[in-house]
């Protein structure tokens, strides 16, 4: 029942810009806390970004602090993250996800889109 669709991924040369975005619906985007993941070839998945319900608060990982900033819209149930001085370790398949709470919504059944594809390379 939870959906969330990932887009604005593609080819960029190092030291430029993104947004991505992530459409959400099947749940009151609002209620929940999201979060940017990434997963590069070969690597963990690892935790970017994280909002709280109602934007208050954010919280990111060292090696984007300074050039990712997470973001919301909870009218338009839609989630993004602004990428800027973009370095070629950036390079993954970005997720958005929510939390453990909204996991349990779903039946307890995991709602990973399809993420979408980020390359930083010149």
């Known amino acids: 029942q939870v959906q969330l669709v990932e887009s604005g991924g593609g080819l960029v040369q190092p030291g430029g810009s993104l947004r991505l975005s992530c459409a959400a619906s099947g749940f009151t985007f609002g209620f929940y806390a999201m979060n940017w993941y990434r997963q590069a070839p070969g690597k963990e998945r690892e935790l970017v970004a994280s909002?709280?319900?109602?934007?208050?608060?954010?919280d990111y990982a060292d090696s984007v602090k300074g050039r990712f900033t997470i973001s919301r819209d909870n009218a338009v149930n839609t989630l993004y993250l602004q990428m800027n001085r973009l370095k070629p370790e950036d390079t993954a398949v970005y997720y958005c996800?929510?939390?453990?709470?909204?996991?349990?919504?779903?039946?307890?059944?995991?709602?990973w889109g399809q993420g979408t594809q980020v390359t930083v390379s010149s």
């Open positions: 996800y929510g939390d453990d709470i909204l996991r349990q919504r779903n039946h307890g059944v995991d709602y």
């Open positions: 909002i709280t319900s109602a934007g208050s608060r954010t």
